[in-house]
């Protein structure tokens, strides 16, 4: 039986992972602090593990034989080192959880494409997450994985991921505010954004890992949407009207606020085969869903 290794995994898309892997046959064990309860009862393997100490990650989780190793909660060039060395001999595939923030935020036309950002020749420099922003965090994890790796590795770049499962509650947060008539701060309501659902996320993940790809790849929801036409469609489905404010305090910045649109191109993965959904068919499903959600 094929086994995969899942570092994080015990919540939001990172079930959907474990869920997909499992129905594929897979012997699945997650590693996480302990601190979080999963749904999967009986179903994995569990081991208990700092991700940030190293020898206690290299002791549990480096002495067996992985078919694929799911990395979800790496964020430094400095992680991404101890992860080679933990994994070095016995990770026959390395799929990393990156972002579409490793692109920057720039007024494009048209969405990135994977070549965009290349981490085999960014320059690394070590150090812990604490020593990077999010976005250069992940820069520097993906240049040292592409860079410094003995074996395959996947880095798949996400935009926001949304879901009734969100633990951030991004999409929440706009719907909240909308329903309780209080302000959203946008400062560019017409910029256009994607995203993914976290089932979909989920689904990527493990698709891509049973593949022969490696290198870097993109994956996102088929189209985009206003941050505007968004928001009409939670003022459709709450029957609500909106506050939208130029001015930010500490409680009314969208989560979602950019002042260009910030798009992706998903051409590479669709041509690999994997069949994403139209964000535009989902989106209004799951901003209901969530309405309904709240009521309860």
């Not at 549990?60 to 001999?89: H, K, L, P």
């Not at 812990?128 to 994890?141: C, I, V």
């Amino acid at each position: 039986m094929r086994k995969a290794l899942v570092i994080g995994g015990t919540r939001f898309f990172g079930v959907h992972l474990v869920e997909t892997l499992l129905a594929k046959g897979f012997e699945v064990t997650i590693a996480t602090r302990g601190k979080t309860q999963d749904p999967f009862s009986t179903r994995v393997n569990r081991i208990t593990v700092d991700r940030l100490n190293v020898g206690e990650l290299k002791e549990r989780c480096g002495n067996e034989t992985w078919d694929i190793v799911f990395d979800q909660i790496c964020y430094s060039s400095q992680e991404a080192m101890e992860a080679i060395e933990v994994f070095r001999d016995n990770a026959k595939k390395y799929v990393f959880t990156s972002s579409k923030s490793v692109y920057d935020n720039g007024n494009r036309t048209v969405g990135y494409v994977e070549e965009d950002f290349n981490p085999f020749e960014h320059n690394i420099i070590q150090g812990p997450k604490e020593d990077f922003t999010y976005n250069e965090g992940k820069r520097q994890a993906e240049a040292v994985f592409f860079q410094k790796a003995s074996f395959p590795v996947v880095a798949v770049r996400f935009p926001i991921v949304l879901g009734l499962n969100d633990y951030t509650k991004r999409l929440h947060f706009h719907i909240e505010k909308i329903v309780n008539q209080e302000e959203i701060h946008l400062v560019n309501p017409e910029a256009s954004i994607d995203f993914i659902t976290e089932e979909e996320a989920g689904k990527f993940l493990a698709w891509i890992g049973l593949s022969d790809f490696t290198g870097p790849i993109n994956a996102l929801s088929n189209g985009s949407v206003k941050l505007s036409d968004m928001i009409t469609t939670i003022e459709e489905k709450s029957q609500t009207s909106t506050i939208i404010t130029a001015t930010p305090n500490e409680t009314n910045t969208s989560p979602f606020n950019i002042s260009e649109s910030w798009l992706m191109n998903n051409e590479k993965a669709r041509n690999l085969g994997f069949q994403f959904r139209d964000l535009n068919e989902w989106l209004p499903v799951l901003i209901g869903d969530i309405l309904e959600s709240n009521k309860e």
